[in-house]
Nanobody, 127 residues
C-alpha cells in the first residue's frame, strides 16, 4: 500500500520556477514507477512526467520537455518535479501518481492505469 502527499504548489509569475514534492508512505515505494499528471479547469487530466522505480529512466510530455525535470530520492520516499520557465498554460492542479508494470512511454495515454493518486497541489502561473 502506497499513500502519496503532494506539496510545493503556489502562485508564481510567468517565467518563474517552482518545485513540487510528493512524499510517499509505504514500504514498497522503491518498487513503483512514479509520475505527475495535471488537470486545468475544464480540461481532462493529462500526463506530465514519469520516472522509473530506480530513477534511471524518465519520460516527459512534449509540452513540458526541456522545462520540467522529474527526479526521485528513494531513501527519502520522495519524488520531485522541478518546473522552470513556467507559462500560464501550466496552471493546474498537479497530481502525483504511482504504478507498476506499465512502460513509461505509455503513461501519456494510461492515466486509468495508475494504482495510486495523491490529492493534488495547486499551481497558478500568472501573466
Amino acid at each position: 500500500q502506497v499513500q502519496l502527499v503532494e506539496s510545493g504548489g503556489g502562485l508564481v509569475q510567468a517565467g518563474g520556477s517552482l518545485k513540487l514534492s510528493c512524499a510517499a508512505s509505504g514500504r514498497t515505494f522503491s518498487t513503483y514507477d512514479m509520475g505527475w499528471f495535471r488537470q486545468a479547469p475544464g480540461k481532462e487530466r493529462e500526463f506530465v512526467a514519469a520516472i522509473s522505480s530506480s530513477g534511471g529512466i524518465t519520460y516527459y510530455a512534449d509540452s513540458v520537455k526541456g522545462r520540467f525535470t522529474i527526479s526521485r530520492d528513494n531513501a527519502k520516499n520522495t519524488v520531485y518535479l522541478q518546473m522552470n520557465r513556467l507559462k500560464p498554460e501550466d496552471t493546474a492542479v498537479y497530481y502525483c501518481a504511482a504504478t507498476r508494470g506499465l512502460l513509461l512511454s505509455l503513461w501519456a495515454t494510461s492515466k486509468e492505469g495508475m494504482q495510486y493518486w495523491g490529492k493534488g497541489t495547486v499551481v497558478t502561473v500568472s501573466s
